[in-house]
């Protein structure tokens, strides 16, 4: 029987959702400075790598300002909040394709609950369509890859491909959505959508020289 595939959001992306929460909720009110990434990272029990990449999360999205050596500013209450929304509804699709795998392995008599649950999934997919509307591509990274051990950020993959990473498969773990930060190691494999001729891109630009 082959093993389960373990569907998980990195965890720096965990702690920005989390901050961003308590922004949401009122807790952390706009102008307010919160945390050093020392800080952070003290709070949550992570490297400050990871803390820096949740914190980058925030400042991306223009939630948080992180100036070096101003500490963490909040700068919007409302974009927090669209984050957390944007996140819970990952984490929801996320959660739904957990149940499917664990329901296929099931008695034949539980095929009604697969079927309930294909269907929300499916809807739920439908309205996010207009995100993610084309069929993902995949492909393997071999000890070949010119870009072997760096951040999809620092060889700026989308400026390069035009593809979006959607997601990466490690082992029998499977990052949805693992953001500009994550690394391209050996065996992963790399889901991503774009158009029609993105794949070659992709294979050029990932082995090439």
Known sequence: MEKKLNVITPRYQQIAADIAGKIASGHYQVGEKIYARSAIASQYGVSAETARRAICVLSDMEIVDAAKGSG???????????FV?????????????????????????????????????????????????????????????????????????W????????????????????GPYATLNEGDVLYFVGDENCYERVVRFLYTE
């Open 72 to 82: 963490v500013v909040i700068l919007s209450g409302e974009k927090a909040a669209r």
């Open 159 to 178: 400026h390069n491909t035009a593809a979006t990473v959607i997601g990466i498969r490690r082992g029998q773990t499977l990052m949805m959505s693992p």
């Open 85 to 157: 929304k944007q996140y819970q509804d990952l984490r929801t699709v996320s959660d739904l394709k957990s149940e499917i795998l664990e329901t296929v392995d099931r008695q034949a008599a539980e095929a009604r609950g697969l079927k309930t649950l294909l269907e929300d999934l499916i809807d739920r997919t439908d309205r996010l369509k207009s995100i993610n509307p084309f069929i993902p591509f995949e492909i393997t990274i071999t000890e070949r890859s010119a870009q072997l051990g760096r951040s999809l950020s620092e060889i700026n993959f």
